[in-house]
């Protein structure tokens, strides 16, 4: 064929139009997911003054208000698993939007704490779902040079929802029933996500699951116009096998590897600490010297939602170029660092100078120290441990378990959550604030061994290249040393 005609571009052109719009569409379901959750994640700092002074709750009801949409989430998460491979990973993701709009709904209308708290339960149940169908089928949709980008998505959405969160506290903290509009307004992007999923088809590998070959060769072709559909439907085909799965085939010899790593980088991811800081920062910045909760509001905003947003983005550019480990690596050194001078900052912190700064108006020089150790702890996670964490569990599994091999891990790394959030206070009493940092940058000393000696490097493999991997070193009898 001549290329001096120009008569092949159409067609070029039209595939790369599909593949586009198809992407954007994937794309756009990762994000709504991940902000939905951020949204809610921020939104409840602001919400609680609202909250306390309309219904007066309990330190109790309150730790419960704040915390205990974590295990809606873990419960949500355990169940995903199931309903994705039932349902398929569409059904799903549309299923959780309805929960998480739903939610919102009996939150912004509860009448009483005891209502409010049903509200975030359905919520944290909606967040668990999508927090594992929405990462999966972008895994299982993404070409595999792209996969890395495509779930890290997921986080970068999060942080987005988180500063989109505290911006929304500046504007409507001062309003009338302002924590109802604010836990309301999480109703938007549930009905965006719902929205997106209705035109996009399931994922090939749900589609042959269920013997349907002739929607998952369709798939294949709008997602990858050039790419050869029998022979990625015939590793599809080979990786799912003939025999029936259960829950037990998760735990079995063959799969305890990637099973070990996902979970034990779920649960890692938490206890490093990062619920810890987003959920109490107002909190840590008062104990540091920003009495005003103007001051506090505004070095929440800056040194986690604007870093938080900034720094992921760089691993959506970088995660698929340089890789998963890389990434996780210098990320723990960083937390690591910053926790340490965190930790320092409380100790030095002297009750005399916060007075004397706090009715000059300005904060210590050591609360400066900790704004600055808190944006590069979250800047480093923001890189590392947010999105990455979440790209390798949903490629290390083999395709017949990885809805729940998913599931597992994910409602691991929502439990994990629930305990920092849940403890982190009662913690600093008994321990201090200084003595509870350095215990995070312990945690990152113990992660970075675990992704050292332990994670291999998936960078640019395809899920059926991963899931051999897997099956080559059990049958070869040893692991392989990881590859930088």
């Known amino acids: 064929m001549s290329k001096g005609t120009g008569a092949p571009a159409a067609p070029e052109a039209a595939a ?150 505290y911006l929304g506290t500046q504007e409507l903290a001062a309003a009338d029933f302002s924590w109802r509009l604010m836990l309301g307004l999480s109703i938007v992007p549930g009905i965006l996500l719902a929205v997106a999923m209705f035109p996009l088809p399931d994922s090939p590998v749900w589609y042959i699951k269920e013997g349907r070959r002739k929607e998952a060769a369709k798939t294949v072709h709008d997602m990858r116009p050039h790419a050869d559909v029998d022979a990625d439907l015939r590793a599809i085909t080979d990786g799912l096998g003939t025999k029936q799965v259960s829950w037990g085939e998760v735990f079995t010899r063959n799969w305890r590897k990637p099973l070990m790593l996902g979970v034990g980088l779920a649960i890692l991811q938490q206890l490093t600490g990062i619920n810890a800081v987003i959920y109490y920062a107002d909190r840590i910045f008062a104990a540091a010297g920003f009495q005003s909760a103007a001051a506090q509001l505004t070095a929440t905003t800056g040194s986690i939602g604007a870093v938080n947003v900034l720094l992921t983005f760089v691993a959506v550019a970088f995660v698929d170029r340089l890789g998963r480990r890389p990434l996780l690596l210098w990320g723990l050194v960083g937390m690591g660092i910053s926790l340490v001078a965190m930790g320092a900052s409380f100790q030095w912190l002297d009750d005399g100078a916060v007075a004397n700064a706090t009715a000059a108006g300005q904060p210590t020089t050591t609360a400066i120290v900790l704004l600055v150790a808190m944006m590069v702890f979250i800047g480093s996670f923001a890189f590392s441990l947010g999105p990455v964490v979440w790209t390798v569990i949903n ?50 000393v113990v992660s970075f061994a675990f992704v050292w000696f332990l994670l291999p490097e998936t960078k640019g493999k395809t899920l059926d290249q991963i899931q051999q991997m897997w099956l080559g070193r059990v049958e070869g009898g040893a692991d392989a040393a990881p590859t930088n």
Request: some cysteine; charged content about 10%.
């Open 395 to 444: 490629e290390i599994y083999p395709s017949t378990v990885r809805g729940r091999g998913v599931a597992v891990a994910t409602a691991a790394n929502w439990g994990a959550a629930w305990i920092v959030a849940q403890f982190f206070l009662s913690l600093t009493t008994w321990i201090g604030e200084g003595p509870t940092f350095y215990l995070f940058a312990a945690m990152c």
């Open 16 to 165: 790369t139009g599909r593949v586009t719009k198809w992407l954007v569409g994937i794309a756009a379901v990762a994000m709504l997911a991940g902000l939905l959750f951020g949204y809610d994640q921020g939104i409840i700092a602001g919400a609680l003054a609202g909250i306390e002074k309309d219904f007066h709750p309990s330190t109790l009801v309150i730790e419960i208000i704040t915390s205990w949409v974590t295990l809606g989430a873990l419960a949500g998460a355990l169940v995903a698993g199931t309903l994705a491979d039932e349902l398929g990973r569409r059904q799903t993701i549309i299923l959780a939007a309805v929960l998480f709009a739903g939610g919102a709904v009996i939150e912004a209308a509860a009448p009483g704490s005891w209502v409010l708290l049903v509200g975030r339960l359905v919520v944290g149940f909606g967040v668990g779902v999508a927090s594992v169908a929405a990462p999966l089928y972008a895994s299982e949709m993404a070409p595999p040079r792209l996969r890395g980008a495509f779930v890290s998505m997921y986080q970068l959405a999060i942080t987005l929802g988180i500063f989109v969160a």
